[in-house]
């Protein structure tokens, strides 16, 4: 069974808004990942943040782990239609190898 | 190269064929991993190599489903006598260094249907 759970599942917003994803996890690990999928596409890093980290940017991305609460939420802001994909998050488990994936979140920015 | 590398891109089978999805990855990287997802669904893993050691396959389905990489660098997954509940995209990842915490890169995948 996949690890990461996230939330919505689905979500439509307005380009410009602000789209909030979270990803929540039940054991310990050693780093989040944020990816993203276009239809029918590969999947696309977008940010690592590791266990001792509390929050990273990059570019209109904002990630915040809370590994007391085996949680994590990924914010693009200022949205485009461009970021309309499904988005995973992904977590590397203490001492294992494997990287588990959640169900992810659909986004849908309408232009 | 300058990405994951997989072939073949689409590959539909008759149900009982054999097949073997190739992966390249990016060259020097350590680690790959093996996963395949389903419509709709986030990629469930498979199997991990760290060079040609196969330290993880806890995610092969079934017996019929074979993993190698003889030397360190291109790795093979193998179905046999493929079911329709086989149809996904297998998609592969390398990782430069297990013990660098550093990100995947996948390649595009390669989208299997059993007919």
């Known amino acids: 069974s996949q690890q990461g759970e996230e939330d919505p599942q689905a979500l439509s917003i307005q380009e410009g808004e602000n789209a909030t994803m979270n990803c929540s996890y039940k054991t310990s690990i050693n780093n989040l990942q944020w990816y993203r999928q276009n239809s029918g596409r590969g999947l696309v890093h977008l940010i690592l943040i590791r266990s001792n980290e509390r929050e990273k940017h990059s570019g209109r991305l904002r990630v915040t782990l809370d590994t007391s609460k085996k949680s994590s939420s990924l914010l693009i802001t200022a949205s485009r239609a461009a970021d309309t994909a499904s988005y995973f998050c992904a977590t590397e488990k203490t001492g294992g190898f494997k990287t588990i994936f959640g169900a992810g979140t659909r986004l849908f920015v309408k232009a | 190269g300058a990405g994951v590398s997989q072939s073949p891109r689409y590959k539909v089978a008759k149900r009982g064929q054999d097949v073997a999805l190739r992966c390249d990855p990016i060259s020097g990287h350590v680690s790959l991993f093996w996963y395949q997802q389903a419509l709709g669904q986030g990629p469930e893993f498979l199997t991990y190599f760290q060079n040609e050691a196969q330290l993880d396959k806890s995610g092969l389905p079934s017996d019929r489903f074979f993993a190698e990489r003889p030397e360190g660098s291109v790795s093979t997954l193998k179905i046999q006598r493929t079911q329709q509940e086989d149809s996904a995209v297998y998609l592969c990842?390398?990782?430069?260094?297990?013990?660098?915490?550093?990100?995947?890169?996948f390649g595009q995948g390669t989208r299997l249907t059993v007919v």
């Open positions: 990842a390398s990782s430069l260094d297990p013990q660098m915490n550093t990100e995947a890169f």
